[in-house]
Each structure stands twice: as structure tokens, then as C-alpha cells.
């Protein structure tokens, strides 16, 4: 799902970012009018949680992975806007500090991930559901589809993306400069991880987690933050320990073979069509991150054994929760502060 750079042209770059600048501003707004000091929690964890969730790797038949983003269940426990904010803060930090996703095509990341997954499964968990009994079956039910139709619909995004790369920007011979994949081979492969394995994990983890709510806090399921946000937060709290777990247990995403399809090596790319587009290349390795696919630079040597991978897989789950949680700590305050301000005036 992380589309890194050199896949996309920059000028399908930059319409990744005019598409989803005014999505963040208007974000923000919405969110500044729920926003207080128990709120700010709820987003940290809701980052954090979609961060470590996305170091899963799911094997996919034919030698591939996918993974969850966890947009689901915050657009249904926060709001699709405050999900858009939490999955966006945390892919931010997966391309920055790992680069798992690139900074060019950090905008359709973003249009992806953290806009069409938590829109859609939010719209489709409303409308069948947003106006039943708050223990209702047909809460975790239609969150878990929603969520599955969600991630779906922004896999067949991703494959589009790709897909019309080599039809619009290619040589005068009609070589593609970027992704070389047409969209016949781009969609089918993006919708066969994840309709079998990603979109599963994705409605489970939503579904569950909605449930679970239901069963311990049902105050928490209810249609407006407002609403909920003194009760929500001691049950929130809870799901640190869920995260923890999620650390713990982070070294199983080694175990899943091969890469995610789209985001493979530029050998990968001349193995299968015999050459490397001019401008993927070109893109491509031009920020890496400091620590690089979730590992500790040298340790371990170029080809680091499963104990290594392991070390900087944990070590890179920690770094980045700490540094997700700090940085929406931070915004959400700020966010807070100003809209305080403004109200005291």
C-alpha cells in the first residue's frame, strides 16, 4: 500500500498533495471543535496504533505481503477526521524516518490510506448501522465490512495510481519512465492481497476492537466524540496494552516472504521487464531514512541474519510510537491551545 518514490511522476506527485492539503486543513477544522485535553489521548493512541499495526506483514499467495492500517477502526471509535489526522501523522513518520513510503508520493499515501480507508468505512458503518442500538450486533458488524470495503477500494486506488504511469508518462518508443506495471496487472494484484488477506485482518482488527468496546465501554460507541470523550478515555487507555502486545509479537511481519507488490527493489523491477524506467530510477533511491526498512544502519552487515532484522524491527516499533505519539501530542496540543485562545478572546 506505501507506494515509494519513483513509482508515481512528480507531477502525479504533486496533485497526491493538492489533492490532500485542503483534506488536512479541513481535518484540522473539524477536529479543533471537539479537541480538549481528553481527546489528545485518544489521537496518540489511535497513531500509534495504526503505526505498529502496519509492521504486520500478511503473506499473499504468489510470494508478496500486504499489511492492515488500522483506519477503520479509528474513523469508527474517532471520526474519519481525527482517523485522517492519526494515519497521516504515522505514515509521515514511517516515510521520514524508515522509508517505508516515499516523500513525493507521501500526498497519495496519504489520499490512500489515511482518506479513502477511513471515509469509506466510515460512511458504509453510519449508514447501516449509525442509528442502532449502541450494543447492536450490526455495530462491529458493518464496521468490520466497512473497513474491509474500505481498504479494498483504496488497494484499487494504489493500483490505478500505478497503472496509468506507463500510459502517461512514457518515451517517445513508449517506454514507461515510472511504474512500468499497466493497470491490467496493477489492479488485480493490488486486490488479490488485499481482498484475501489484508482487507480480513483489517475488518477482524475492526470489527474485534469494536466489539470489544461494545462489551467493556459502550458509551464509547456513539455518534458524537463529544459525547464520549471522559468515558472513552479511561477505555482507551486499555488499548496501550493492546499496542504493547503488538511490539512484542511486531518480529512476526519478518516471517512473511518477499515484498509488497509496488514497492519492490529496482533489481526486482529489471528482473521481470529486462530494463529500469529512467525516471524510477532516478527518484528512487533518493532518501532512504535513518533507519532504513525498519533496521539499524550496519548492524548486522548487508544482508542482516532474522536475529538482527529482529533487534531493528524492535527497536524500530518502540522509536517510532514514541516519536508518533510526541509529535500528535504535540500538534493536538497546539491545535488545542489556539482554538482555547480564540475562545478566551
Known amino acids: 500500500m506505501h507506494i515509494p518514490d519513483g ?22 477544522k473539524k477536529v479543533k471543535a471537539a479537541l480538549n485535553t481528553k481527546l489528545i489521548p485518544l489521537m496518540v493512541i489511535g497513531a500509534a496504533f495504526s503505526f505498529v499495526l502496519m509492521m504486520f506483514n500478511v503473506p499473499i499467495p504468489g510470494g508478496t505481503t500486504a499489511h492492515a492500517v488500522g ?14 489526522i492519526c494515519v497521516s501523522i504515522a505514515l509521515a513518520i514511517q516515510a521520514l524516518l524508515f522509508g517505508d513510503g516515499g516523500i513525493f508520493s507521501f500526498g497519495f499515501n496519504c489520499f490512500n490510506m489515511a482518506l479513502v480507508i477511513p471515509f469509506v468505512s466510515f460512511f458504509i458503518y ?18 468490520a465490512i466497512g473497513s474491509y470495503i474500505g481498504i479494498n477500494l483504496a488497494a484499487t486506488c494504489v493500483g490505478i495510481e500505478l497503472g496509468l504511469q506507463p500510459v502517461l508518462f512514457h518515451t517517445a518508443q513508449g517506454v514507461p519512465l515510472y511504474s512500468p506495471f499497466p493497470i491490467s496487472v496493477s489492479v488485480p494484484a493490488m486486490l488479490l492481497a488485499h ?12 470489527g474485534g476492537v469494536t466489539r470489544y468496546f461494545q462489551l467493556t465501554n459502550p458509551s464509547v460507541i456513539s455518534d458524537q466524540i463529544a459525547a464520549r470523550l471522559a468515558p472513552a478515555k ?42 529500469v524506467p529512467a525516471g524510477l530510477a532516478s527518484l528512487r533511491d533518493h532518501y532512504s531514512g535513518l533507519l532504513q526498512d525498519y533496521g539499524i544502519p550496519g548492524y548486522g552487515g548487508a544482508n542482516p541474519d532474522l536475529w538482527h532484522q529482529t533487534v531493528g524491527y524492535y527497536l524500530a516499533a518502540v522509536v517510532g510510537i514514541v516519536i508518533i ?7 493536538t496540543r497546539l491545535i488545542a491551545a489556539r482554538e482555547a485562545k480564540k475562545s478566551s478572546t
Open 126 to 143: 453510519q449508514w447501516f448501522a449509525g442509528k442502532s442500538d449502541v450494543m447492536s450486533n450490526k455495530r462491529w458488524i458493518w464496521g
Open 325 to 331: 505519539a510526541g509529535i500528535t501530542f504535540l500538534i
Open 71 to 84: 483506519a477503520g477502526i479509528l474513523a469508527v471509535l474517532l471520526g474519519p477526521w481525527a482517523a485522517t
Open 234 to 275: 479511561a477505555a482507551f487507555n486499555k488499548l496501550w496494552y493492546v499496542i504493547i502486545a503488538l511490539i512484542v509479537l511486531v518480529p512476526l511481519g519478518l516471517l512473511a516472504p518477499g515484498g509488497a507488490f509496488g514497492e519492490g527493489e529496482i533489481s526486482d523491477i529489471k528482473q521481470v521487464f529486462g530494463f
Open 195 to 206: 481482498l484475501l488477506m489484508a482487507g480480513p485482518v483489517e475488518a477482524i482488527v475492526t
Open 7 to 28: 513509482y508515481l511522476s512528480p507531477a502525479t506527485c504533486v496533485v497526491g498533495y493538492a489533492i490532500m492539503i485542503p483534506f488536512w486543513a479541513t481535518a484540522v
